[in-house]
């Protein structure tokens, strides 16, 4: 493809190199609506019937038929979620083995001791898919934060059938995250948290000096987009930064990802976070923008309805446009931005048919979900 509008990001010092941000001249593909009304859409997971399950941050759950673009009644049986300013009801994961247990996983936002934690809901569908029952909490953070903002929430399944839990800082405004818990390995703020489905530590996790067992990684501030490399197994996550700074990650165990000690964002105020943009014994991110674009949910593509598509990595951004990330030599080389100036998109998801899905928040044009319409594809 041609491009325009072409100018330059700069990648985190790790990358050592300089990536064009463009827009194609092609035509930009359609959204199709597969269907409107959802109230503020947070998490998007695919049963293997092929319909698609969606969290509303209100604190239901909806299911939508693709084929017939149906949007049923709400599911019952969720948790009580409290909804408040960012928090809710949010991330989604459908067991690996779904087929057999028919187990959902759903990260919200919980009141607890005077404030409020992000928490992990398990749950078994029923046949009909009307009701969730057994339904039972299996992990809940340890600090409670008195902020309505920053829970992370995103959950991903790992090849050993374990889920990755992201959390965020809550935010204080004062210290940079809640009473520095971020850097506090025995904590559960500002973490990627790895645990069995039945809220246990997983197995592999690291065994370090002061290390809370769940714990995974730390430093983190915000983390709302997570995906496994479809290849490698490894998980990428995409981290908000304060003003800019806006990052991407490989969290690995044992490893510390730098917040609020060093970042490639800045202070509202304009000055810099922390120490900088580096410090020994802390991560560079993979790639970062200087832009604030606040990133939500991401995935890798695999499939075979966007040929030119296939191997890259689609973020959503809450600033109105979808990322396109490619690679070479395991860097990123080119960003493409789609649909910009549509809408907040709030996930992005391979459906099993291959096609990309995507939510839209508010506010223009309203809680949605969509399809990414593929050349030579009929929908």
Known sequence: MASINRRTLLLSTSACAVTPIWVSAQPAPALVTITKGLDHPWGLAFPPDGSALVTERSGRLRRVIINDKRLLPPISG??????????????????????????VFMAFTETRGGGTVTSVFRARLNEAQTALENGRIIFRQNVVGQENSH????????????????????????????KGEVQKPETYIGKIIRITREGTAAPGNPKLPGWAPEVWSLGHRNVQGAALHPETGQLWVADHGPRGGDEINMPEAGKN???????YGTEYSGGKVGEGTSKAGMEQPVYYWQETVAPSGMAFYTGPKYPNWKGSLFVGSLRGTLARLTFA??????????????????????GPDGRLYVLTDEPNPGGGLYVIGAPGDAT
């Open 151 to 178: 829970y992370g929430s995103r959950i991903v399944f790992d090849r050993s059938n374990h889920l990755f839990v992201t959390t965020g800082d809550r935010q204080s405004w004062q210290d940079r995250g809640l």
């Open 257 to 263: 990802y730098g917040w609020p000690v060093i970042s």
């Open 78 to 103: 969720t948790p009580e979620s409290v909804n408040n300013g960012e928090g809710g009801l949010l991330g989604i994961a459908i067991d690996p083995e779904f087929r057999t247990n028919r187990l």
């Open 329 to 350: 030599n395991s860097k990123v080389a080119l960003e493409e931005k789609l649909f910009s100036g549509f809408s907040r998109f709030r996930d992005v998801v391979q």
